[in-house]
């Protein structure tokens, strides 16, 4: 299959957070209160690497 036919990849909730140093909880929670979009699959979530990507460049515009 040609690489632009190909899904993207697709990131679970531990990788999320992994990636991010935060807790899965921390990420569980974004998605459930709609700051962070994801996709259910079955009883799996799936989180767009570009969607992590914006949740944390608006995180960072928000004051402490």
Known sequence: MPEDTKLARYLT??????LTQLSVKTILKAIR???????????????RPDALRAWLERA?????
């Open 60 to 64: 960072e515009g928000e004051a402490l």
């Open 13 to 18: 909730p531990p990788e999320a957070a992994d």
């Open 33 to 47: 209160e709609g700051h962070l979009v994801a996709a259910r699959v079955g009883n799996r979530v799936r989180i």
